[in-house]
């Protein structure tokens, strides 16, 4: 066995001892949504299926359930199962897109198998694995779930703001649902300006992304923006 293979080994046991293991989010400053019962529920039963060896089902829930929520576990665990060939012919390159795509929270354990995989790539691989990377940013990165939170927030707050019904809450504040209904409203804009601030600064770092994320950001600023100043004006 040459060394490269040899340690390629022993990156799938130290991947499968990972895999063992649960890795919380709790303490990310990351602007999603926590998982609720259902995903919970999702998480432990697609867990289990991998662990009877039901790698196809498995794969599918990984990747079609969880990944677009943004579960790096379930990212972690594609990768892991394109580096040990369960379910799926083995690709180090396409792993490696993965494992990266579960780093990017910064947690020690996914960064050192991102690191340690990376270092064992040639150079085609690393080509490879960089559009494959690119590719997978699209839909299941932290960036594109954020965007697509932020999308939502804002056309929660287009509404608010074109209800000309609905006086603004200075003009109401003898009403306890007036009262209510401005502060769902201030926890809104708030949950904006949190997920635009974490964008911000995602592509201020000087991470690699593709033109389509960068058009799309630019968009939904200037978008925020336009709603967040019109929200103001009505207040």
Not at 131 to 140: G, I, P
């Amino acid at each position: 066995m040459s060394a490269t293979r040899r340690i390629l080994a022993q990156l799938v046991i130290a991947a499968m001892l990972l895999a063992t293991l649960t890795v919380s989010a709790a303490d990310y400053d990351f602007p999603g949504q926590k998982p609720d019962r259902r995903i919970l529920k999702t998480q432990e039963k697609v867990d289990a299926l991998f662990e009877n060896g039901d790698y196809e089902r498995a794969l599918f829930i990984y990747r079609v359930e969880l990944a677009p929520l943004g579960d790096k576990f379930a990212q972690y665990m594609i990768g892991f199962m394109y580096l040990s060939g369960r379910g799926l012919p083995v690709d180090v390159a396409l792993s490696s897109a993965w494992y990266r795509l579960a780093a990017e929270r910064g947690d020690r354990q996914f960064v050192g198998s991102r690191d340690d995989l990376w270092k064992l790539l040639n150079d085609e691989q690393r080509v490879q694995s960089d559009l494959a990377y690119v590719e997978l940013r699209k839909t299941y990165s932290d960036a594109a779930l954020v965007a697509e939170f932020v999308e939502q927030d804002l056309l929660m707050l287009s509404k608010r703001v074109d209800d000309s019904s609905v006086s603004s809450f200075q003009a109401n504040t003898d009403y306890v649902s007036d009262r209510a209904r401005f502060e769902r409203d201030e926890d809104l804009v708030k949950e904006i300006r949190d997920r635009m601030r974490f964008l911000t600064e995602f592509f201020q770092s000087g991470q690699a992304v593709g033109k389509s994320e960068l058009t799309r950001f630019e968009q939904l600023e200037e978008r925020a923006n336009r709603l967040l100043e019109a929200y103001e004006d009505r207040n």
